[in-house]
C-alpha cells in the first residue's frame, strides 16, 4: 500500500523542500559513520512507512547489493591505509578502506531511500509551489518531466499489453518476431506521445501560458505549524553548523581511522540529528494516534 499524504507531506512545500535538502545535503557531506547510520535507518523508517512494504519489496535488493558493492569494490581499488588485513593478487587491502567503503554504502543508501520519500511527499504542484515564481520555465519543464515519466511507462504497459492480444508479444518467438514486435511498440507509443504533447501545447496555449501579467494558482497556504516546522528546521540546520566548525562531526579515514571523541556535545549533536531524521516518521504517527484517538471518542 502507497500512503498518498501524512501529516509531515501536509506542511508547505518549502519546508518539506527544505528538510529534504537538509538530510540528503548532511548525509552527502558528513561521512560520519554515526550520522550516516542515523540517516539511514530513519530514511528507511519514513520510506516504509509512505509506501510500505509492497513498495519496498522489489528495492531493498537491488539496493542492498549496490551498498555491498560499493563496500566491496572501494577495498580492492583503493590501498590506501596503515592497517594492513590481508594481501589479495600483491595488493594490500587495509582496514581503513574497508571502513571508508561501508561508510560510503551507507551515504548512497541514505540518499537513496530519502528519493524515495522526496518523490512520494514532493508533487509536481508542490515543486512548482517552491520555483514557480524563481524559474517558472524551468520549474514547469520539470514538474512535466516528472509527470510524463510514469505516465509515458503506464501508457508502454497497456500498449504492449494490447499487441499481446492480437498475437504480437513481444516476449515470445524468435529473436527477429521480439525485435518487430518491440518496434510496433515504440512506433505506437512515439505517435501518442506526438500527438500528446502537441493537445498540452495547445491547451497551455489556450490558457494564456507566457502571457505576461498572467498569475498562477496556488493551493498552498503558510499557516502556525508551517512556521514552527521552518524554525525547527533551521535550529536543526544551525545545530549542523556550529557542529561542523566545532569539528564534532570529524571523520577522517586515511591514512588512519579518526573520529571526533565521544564529547557531551558529540552525542548531543547526534541526538538532535536523530530528531530530525526521524521528524516526519513520528509527526505522521502521532497524527494517526490523534486520528484514531478522536474516533474512538466521537
Given at each position: 500500500?502507497?500512503?498518498n499524504?501524512?501529516?509531515?507531506?501536509?506542511l508547505?512545500p518549502?519546508v518539506?523542500?527544505?528538510?529534504?535538502?537538509?538530510?540528503?545535503?548532511?548525509?552527502?557531506?558528513?561521512?560520519?559513520?554515526l550520522?550516516?547510520?542515523?540517516?539511514?535507518?530513519?530514511?528507511l523508517?519514513y520510506?516504509?512507512?509512505?509506501?510500505?512494504?509492497a513498495?519496498?519489496r522489489?528495492?531493498?535488493?537491488?539496493?542492498?547489493l549496490?551498498m555491498?558493492?560499493?563496500?566491496?569494490?572501494?577495498?580492492?581499488?583503493?590501498?590506501r591505509g596503515?592497517?594492513?588485513?590481508f594481501?589479495w593478487?600483491?595488493n594490500?587491502i587495509?582496514?581503513e578502506?574497508?571502513?571508508?567503503?561501508?561508510?560510503?554504502?551507507?551515504m548512497?543508501?541514505?540518499?537513496?531511500l530519502?528519493?524515495v520519500?522526496?518523490?512520494?511527499?514532493?508533487?509536481?504542484?508542490?515543486?512548482?509551489?517552491?520555483f514557480?515564481?524563481?524559474?517558472?520555465a524551468l520549474?514547469l519543464?520539470?514538474?512535466?518531466?516528472?509527470?510524463?515519466?510514469?505516465?509515458y511507462?503506464?501508457q508502454?504497459?497497456?500498449?504492449?499489453?494490447?499487441?499481446?492480444?492480437?498475437?504480437?508479444?513481444v516476449?515470445?518467438?524468435?529473436?527477429?518476431?521480439?525485435?518487430?514486435?518491440?518496434?510496433?511498440?515504440l512506433?505506437?507509443m512515439l505517435?501518442?506521445?506526438?500527438?500528446?504533447?502537441?493537445?498540452?501545447?495547445?491547451?497551455?496555449?489556450?490558457?494564456?501560458?507566457g502571457?505576461?501579467?498572467?498569475?498562477a494558482?496556488?493551493?498552498?497556504r503558510?499557516?502556525?505549524?508551517?512556521?514552527?516546522?521552518?524554525l525547527?528546521?533551521g535550529?536543526?540546520?544551525?545545530v549542523?553548523?556550529?557542529?561542523s566548525?566545532?569539528?564534532v562531526?570529524?571523520?577522517?579515514?586515511?591514512p588512519?581511522?579518526?573520529l571526533?571523541?565521544?564529547?557531551?556535545?558529540?552525542w548531543?549533536?547526534?541526538?538532535?540529528w536523530?530528531?530530525?531524521?526521524?521528524?516526519?516518521l513520528?509527526?505522521?504517527?502521532?497524527?494517526?494516534?490523534?486520528?484514531?484517538?478522536?474516533?474512538s471518542?466521537?
Amino acid at each position: 500500500m502507497v500512503r498518498n499524504s501524512d501529516a509531515f507531506g501536509s506542511l508547505h512545500p518549502v519546508v518539506v523542500f527544505g528538510y529534504f535538502v537538509l538530510v540528503v545535503g548532511v548525509s552527502v557531506v558528513f561521512l560520519h559513520p554515526l550520522i550516516l547510520t542515523v540517516s539511514f535507518v530513519g530514511a528507511l523508517a519514513y520510506a516504509f512507512y509512505l509506501v510500505r512494504w509492497a513498495g519496498l519489496r522489489k528495492l531493498l535488493p537491488g539496493l542492498m547489493l549496490l551498498m555491498v558493492i560499493a563496500a566491496l569494490f572501494n577495498p580492492v581499488f583503493n590501498h590506501r591505509g596503515v592497517t594492513t588485513l590481508f594481501y589479495w593478487e600483491d595488493n594490500p587491502i587495509t582496514l581503513e578502506a574497508v571502513v571508508y567503503g561501508w561508510v560510503a554504502a551507507l551515504m548512497v543508501g541514505s540518499v537513496l531511500l530519502w528519493f524515495v520519500s522526496y518523490n512520494q511527499v514532493m508533487t509536481s504542484d508542490k515543486f512548482l509551489c517552491v520555483f514557480g515564481h524563481v524559474v517558472p520555465a524551468l520549474s514547469l519543464t520539470f514538474a512535466m518531466v516528472l509527470r510524463f515519466v510514469p505516465r509515458y511507462l503506464a501508457q508502454a504497459k497497456r500498449i504492449a499489453a494490447a499487441q499481446r492480444g492480437i498475437g504480437r508479444d513481444v516476449a515470445s518467438g524468435n529473436w527477429y518476431a521480439r525485435a518487430r514486435h518491440g518496434a510496433a511498440v515504440l512506433s505506437i507509443m512515439l505517435t501518442w506521445a506526438l500527438e500528446n504533447a502537441v493537445d498540452t501545447s495547445d491547451s497551455m496555449l489556450a490558457r494564456g501560458y507566457g502571457l505576461p501579467g498572467r498569475s498562477a494558482y496556488n493551493d498552498f497556504r503558510w499557516r502556525e505549524r508551517d512556521l514552527m516546522g521552518a524554525l525547527a528546521l533551521g535550529g536543526g540546520l544551525l545545530v549542523v553548523i556550529v557542529a561542523s566548525v566545532a569539528g564534532v562531526l570529524r571523520a577522517e579515514y586515511f591514512p588512519a581511522i579518526e573520529l571526533n571523541p565521544a564529547v557531551p556535545l558529540a552525542w548531543l549533536v547526534i541526538g538532535v540529528w536523530a530528531l530530525v531524521c526521524f521528524a516526519p516518521l513520528l509527526l505522521g504517527l502521532k497524527e494517526e494516534v490523534t486520528w484514531r484517538s478522536f474516533r474512538s471518542n466521537s
